[in-house]
């Protein structure tokens, strides 16, 4: 009897610690690909332009935009893969929902450059402001369900650098919208760690 219910408890680990492990992988690879990318623009240009036209201004400068789109493009794969493993393992209905939705608004994000015209320039900014509303509903609610210091240090990092990015839209001199929203995807970045280990969490 001891054996049959060591064995038991062996299999459901496995079977948690497989999808964990995958989703951890999916995420650190892709969220690396993209702060890469992202660290690899800064480098490349990060003045006055790009500090007032934030991340977006790195998808449409010739120097910059195959990073960007390298960058935009694994970050949403690889949240779309993620979301589905949350989906299949049962995981509340708000990660991959959310994880989804950024995912598509990051591509919408590349096809829609916000210096080809009014009706493009609307339509960026609207996928960004409702992207980061998303975002910011699911940062909340990991930290409401899970009240880890993971989880708030990404909440408050993602609210601080949405302020500044916010703070920096209305044309009154104050340029920071690229540091807001870097510190923003870090806090989301952190975040998305935690519905990673939700996943463990269900063991």
Known sequence: MAEGTSHGVDVETSAVAVPY?????????????????????????????????GISYYGVHAETIVFAVVGYVVAAVGLWWFAGILRDEGVETVGWVSARAVSVMLILLLVTPFNKGTFLNWAHMTVGVVGALVQLGASWRIMRRRATTLASVGF????????????????????????????????????????????????
């Open 156 to 203: 408050w990092t993602l609210l601080v650098g949405g302020v500044v990015a916010a703070a920096s839209l209305p044309d009154w001199g104050f340029t920071h919208l690229l540091t807001g929203e870097i510190v923003f995807e870090i806090g989301y970045a952190l975040c998305v760690t935690e519905w990673v280990h939700e996943l463990r969490a269900r063991g």
């Open 21 to 53: 492990e995958r989703a951890r992988r999916i995420v650190l690879a892709s969220q690396g690909v993209f702060f890469g990318a992202l660290a690899l623009c800064v480098l490349l240009i990060h003045d006055h332009v790009a500090q007032n036209d």
